[in-house]
């Protein structure tokens, strides 16, 4: 069993795409979850930090704590360091006592303390609320960062109201992008989704209705990767593709306020989703507002909705679709 250390505020949204990776993710307490296990491409999600090997489970005390791991059978030699999380601020448990308690029990068994470069690293984290926990494991997997590294403003072509690159992650993992797999993005804009879909190993493929995105995508499709793509010109409602030519589709709808949009929204939404339900068999659609009746009606089954707020004038409504 794993335990996950889920980043953001949003559990439900980071449980639902820690299971792209996991097996059996279960929410346990504010900031966690455990897994039954994790794949190689664990450090693909952004919406996860680490999974550790659980040793036990108890109340967010020191006593507790200590308690667990003296209990522990430990079939590990080398060096360790101790790390005490209280999630969020949510136990005020003092991490600092947790650290130098959890470190003797350790010397006692033989370990040598080593904080700058351990082999090995005891996690102790701490959660409160209702279901308030304390859970000690061994550090197993860290997901890789960096997406602060691709801000959408340090790229060749930027637009206001580029995705930001950790949730742009999130979603093509949970569209199912991975090596082997295709993944279109057919209202691309500026590529960011293509780009996460891209570092992730999956083919991908774009498509927008302007000549400029289509040539600022490429752009930015050229300083992020170095494996190959396809971005055409075209448009989303009448897709230049054969049928169940890719795996997963994965778009950030324009919003109304911020964008040209010829012709009417709801018609265009649903002549999307008409043309990608032919050309794919799994969706995930981002807008300003939820469009699960207009999927409902072109055929889709919703599988997960998700409300993500971005500012007092901005929330993003995230439907994940099957055919």
Same mark, same amino acid.
């Given at each position: ?12 949204? &980071?449980?639902?795409? +820690? ?9 346990? &307490?504010?900031?966690?979850?455990t897994a039954r296990g994790i794949t190689d491409a664990f ?7 680490? +999974? ?8 967010? #005390? ?9 209990? &522990? ?9 101790? $790390?005490?999380?209280? @999630?969020?601020? #949510? ?13 003797? @029990? ?27 926990? %304390? ?5 197993? &997997? ?12 340090? *790229? ?11 949730? =742009? ?7 199912? +992008? ?9 209202? %691309? ?12 190993? +999956? ?38 593709? =054969? ?26 939404? =649903? ?5 990608? *339900?032919? @050309?794919?068999?799994? %969706? ?16 889709? #089954? ?13 929330? $993003? ?7």
């Open positions: 069993m794993y335990v996950l250390e889920l980043a953001g505020q949003d559990d439900e949204f &980071a449980t639902y795409e +820690a299971r792209q990776r996991a097996s059996d993710v279960t929410h346990v &307490a504010p900031g966690l979850a450090a693909d999600l952004a919406f996860t930090h680490r +999974a550790s090997e659980l040793v036990g489970q108890g109340d967010p #005390t020191v006593s507790d704590a200590r308690a667990i791991l003296d209990a &522990a059978t430990i079939e590990r030699e080398g060096t360790v360091a101790v $790390r005490a999380v209280d @999630v969020r601020a #949510t136990t005020g448990v003092d991490t600092q006592r947790v650290e130098r308690e959890l470190g003797d @029990v350790l010397v006692e068994r033989g370990f040598a303390v080593d904080l700058d470069d351990p082999d090995h690293e005891v996690r102790a984290l701490f959660s409160g609320g209702e279901d308030g926990t %304390c859970l000690v494991s061994w550090l197993a &997997a860290e997901t890789t960062r960096g997406f602060t590294a691709r801000k959408p403003t340090d *790229r060749p072509f930027f637009q206001p109201g580029s995705m930001d690159p950790m949730l =742009a992650r999130a979603l093509v993992n949970i569209a199912g +992008a991975r090596p082997s797999a295709t993944v279109l993005d057919p209202m %691309c804009g500026t590529g960011g989704i293509l780009v996460e879909a891209g570092l992730v190993g +999956a083919d991908i493929v774009g498509i927008d209705v302007q000549r400029e995105m289509v040539e600022g995508t490429r752009a930015n499709l050229d300083d992020a990767l170095d494996g190959d793509y396809e971005v055409l010109q075209g448009t989303a409602g009448a897709l230049p593709l =054969a049928g169940d030519s890719v795996d997963a589709v994965v778009f950030d709808l324009p919003y109304g306020r911020q964008s040209k949009i010829a012709g009417d929204l709801h018609q265009l939404v =649903a002549d999307t989703l008409g043309e990608v *339900r032919r @050309v794919a068999p799994r %969706c995930v659609i981002v807008g300003d507002r939820p469009w699960t009746r207009t999927a409902s009606e072109m055929g889709w #089954t919703a599988e997960a909705a998700f409300t993500r707020r971005v500012h007092k004038s901005l929330t $993003r409504y995230i439907l994940v679709l099957r055919r």
